[in-house]
């Protein structure tokens, strides 16, 4: 039996009345594998948080650069936690797009996630996706798509991107994030954009309350406590900054075009 069949036996009914996170974003970034009460919530955050939108494609634009940074550095290895629904731009495209051969796995708890990635991928020998929850580091570190498609005994990028700030069990989130760095080779990265309460202006806590009325509440975290998931691995320059500070860097290939200190991002580097 495929993969898909073994884990279809276990996804949940998806309940199309009840706005998912991961329909929201792929809605705002133009997807179309959403409902209708995903769009209502989509556009109700963007009636209060008009450049939305713009944020998360240059999420995308970050996400991009730090793939080409994993390339630059050796790594062809992708672990994305929480990969989303597939759409341009993603994980599994931003990898491929720089080197074709790049081994990826996605891991989402989001059943519409998994499916459309399951389609996605085909036969692929170099890339699955896993149907778990990413606070559940033992399972997905054991399962089938992480053994048989990375060597990780080898450099493995992991991909926290935009993902984080819907964890509001901290606890959990930092132990899982240790037994993913404890797995990874020496020469491994962990990149993180995250949602920043320092920055948060109100229209960002008018968007987090009706965040908390589907799959996944949103939390804030200010530096502090965002930096707490790297653990002891130093971090890259310019270390974690907002997404204008990092795209401004020389070097970098994202352009801000929004104004935006409420969002945090950080690449660090198992020594």
Not at 36 to 55: C, F, G, S, Y
């Amino acid at each position: 039996m495929s993969v898909l069949g073994e884990q279809a036996k276990v996804l949940p009914e998806v309940d199309p009345q009840r706005p998912s996170v991961a329909r929201i974003y792929n809605f705002l970034l133009g997807g179309r594998h959403n409902f209708a009460a995903d769009r209502q919530a989509a556009a109700a955050a963007q009636a209060v948080m008009p450049e939305l939108p713009a944020i998360l494609r240059l999420n995308r634009q970050i996400l991009r650069e730090v793939v080409r940074m994993a390339d630059e550095a050796g790594i062809d290895q992708y672990l994305d936690l929480g990969c989303g629904i597939p759409s341009p731009g993603d994980g599994f495209a931003a990898a491929r797009a720089i080197r074709p051969g790049s081994r990826v796995v996605g891991v989402d708890v989001e059943p519409v996630a998994f499916v459309h990635g399951r389609l996605r991928l085909g036969d692929d020998p170099a890339a699955g996706v896993l149907y778990a929850d990413l606070l559940d580091s033992a399972e997905v570190l054991r399962s089938a798509p992480v053994r048989e498609t990375l060597d990780l005994d080898r450099p493995v990028c992991l991909l926290l991107v935009a993902v984080a700030h819907f964890i509001p069990d901290t606890e959990r989130l930092t132990a899982a994030l240790a037994d993913y760095r404890a797995a990874m080779a020496p020469g491994s990265l962990l990149a993180v954009t995250h949602a920043c309460r320092k920055g948060a202006s109100p229209q960002v806590e008018q968007v987090r309350r009706i965040y908390n009325n589907t799959t996944a509440p949103m939390v804030t975290r200010d530096a502090g406590e965002t930096s707490v998931l790297f653990g002891d691995w130093p971090l890259l320059e310019p270390g974690l900054r907002t997404f204008g500070e990092w795209c401004s860097m020389p070097g970098r290939q994202c352009e801000s075009g929004v104004a935006e200190t409420a969002f945090l991002v950080g690449v660090a580097r198992k020594p």
